[in-house]
C-alpha cells in the first residue's frame, strides 16, 4: 500500500510542514457527536480562525471517503457537522475498517494524534480527552485516547476531563505510562467547566515557549509518547461546580438506567449534560475550546521556532 495515495495532506498544511511552520491539529468527533448543529460548525470555523490570528495553520483531521485527511475545507467540515452522530465515531480500533468501507468517519482524540503523527504534526487542541470512567473497576471502560498519549507523540491541549471520568484514576493511568500532565498557569488539574479539581498537576508552565522547550526536550532525546497540557476554562465563562456536578450525575444514571456502554457512552453523556444545562454548558465548552486553540498555535509557534535551530 503506497501512504501516499491513503494520507491526504492539503495543500496549505503540507507548505507549512515542509517550511517548518507552526501548524496545530484539531479534530472532528468533537464537531460531529460532542456539540449541536450548527454551533458545531461555527466553532470550528472560528477555532481554525484563532489558530490563524496567532500565526500557525489548523489542521482539521477526519476520514473521509476512505482516505485520512489532514486539513477540510468548509464544505467538508460543514458535511461533519450536519452529519452529526450519523457519521461513525473513529478511534485507533475503527480506522481500518472505515477505510476498507471507503466511508467518511469523525476522529477522536485517539485517532486525530495518529494522523497528525503520520503527517509531522506535533501540537493538537481539543475540548476534553477521554479518560477512566467513574466505576472503571468494574467496568474497565478506560478511553483509548489514554493509551494513544501513552504511545503516539503528539502535545494534546485540553481544558482537562469532564467530570463523567474519575479524573484521579485518568491521572494515576497517566502516571503509570509516563504521560506527563502540565498545568497551563494552574496547580491543579481542571475538570472541563471549571477551573479546578482536588487534584494537583504533574508540572506547572506558565509560559507557552517553557511548554515548547519540555516537548523539544523529551522527543530530542528519543522519548515517545503523547504530553498532556491542562489549560483552564478562562474564568468569565467557567460554570458553578455544584449546578454542573448535579447534571453529571444525572445523566451517568439515566446512562447507567439506559444500560449504554462502549464507544456510544461518551456521547451518550455529551449530549445529556448538554440538555440539562440548557445552552449554558454549550457556551462554554466553545469558549474553552478557543483559549485551547489559541494556546496550541502558541506553543506550535514557539516550537517551529526551536526547531529552526
Ligand atoms: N470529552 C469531551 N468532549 C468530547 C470528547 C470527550 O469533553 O468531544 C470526545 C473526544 O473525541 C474523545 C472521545 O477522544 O470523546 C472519547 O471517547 P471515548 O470515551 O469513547 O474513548
Ligand atoms: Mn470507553
Redesign the pocket.
Known amino acids: 500500500m503506497d501512504l501516499k495515495d491513503l494520507l491526504i495532506i492539503a495543500p496549505e498544511v503540507q507548505q507549512a510542514l515542509e517550511k517548518g511552520q507552526a501548524v496545530v491539529a484539531l479534530?472532528s468527533?468533537?464537531i460531529a457527536?460532542?456539540m449541536p448543529f450548527p454551533k458545531n460548525v461555527e466553532t470550528a470555523l472560528r477555532v481554525e480562525a484563532r489558530i490563524r490570528e496567532e500565526g500557525a495553520i489548523p489542521a482539521t483531521i477526519a476520514i473521509l471517503d476512505g482516505h485520512l485527511r489532514v486539513g477540510l475545507n468548509k464544505a467538508e467540515l460543514e458535511l461533519f457537522g450536519t452529519q452529526g452522530e450519523k457519521a461513525t465515531k473513529v478511534?485507533r480500533r475503527d480506522i481500518p475498517f472505515v477505510l476498507a468501507k471507503q466511508q467518511n468517519g469523525a476522529t477522536?482524540?485517539?485517532s486525530t494524534m495518529i494522523i497528525a503523527a503520520m503527517a509531522g504534526i506535533s501540537v493538537f487542541a481539543?475540548?476534553?480527552?477521554?479518560g477512566v470512567h467513574r466505576g472503571a473497576t468494574t467496568t474497565l471502560d478506560i478511553?483509548?485516547?489514554l493509551q494513544e498519549l501513552a504511545r503516539t507523540s503528539v502535545a494534546v491541549i485540553s481544558a482537562g476531563a469532564?467530570s463523567i471520568l474519575d479524573l484521579g484514576l485518568t491521572l494515576e493511568y497517566l502516571e503509570t505510562h509516563g504521560v506527563p500532565v502540565i498545568g497551563y498557569q494552574t496547580d491543579y488539574f481542571p475538570a472541563?467547566y471549571t477551573r479546578i479539581s482536588d487534584l494537583g498537576v504533574d508540572y506547572r508552565v506558565d509560559d507557552p515557549a517553557e511548554i515548547a522547550k519540555v516537548l523539544h526536550y523529551k522527543w530530542g532525546m528519543g522519548l515517545k509518547g503523547g504530553v498532556l497540557i491542562a489549560n483552564p476554562i478562562p474564568k468569565q465563562f467557567s460554570l458553578s461546580p455544584e449546578v454542573i456536578e448535579a447534571k453529571i450525575e444525572a445523566a451517568l444514571s439515566e446512562a447507567h438506567a439506559q444500560k449504554i456502554m462502549g464507544?456510544a457512552?461518551?456521547p451518550f453523556l455529551?449530549a445529556k449534560i448538554e440538555s440539562l444545562t440548557a445552552g449554558d454548558s454549550l457556551a462554554a465548552n466553545i469558549e474553552l475550546v478557543l483559549n485551547n486553540a489559541r494556546l496550541g498555535a502558541q506553543i506550535a509557534v514557539e516550537l517551529a521556532k526551536k526547531e529552526e535551530n
Open positions: 479534530e468527533t468533537i457527536h460532542g478511534s477522536t482524540v485517539a481539543t475540548g476534553g480527552i477521554g478511553s483509548a485516547d469532564k472541563f464507544k457512552l461518551t455529551l
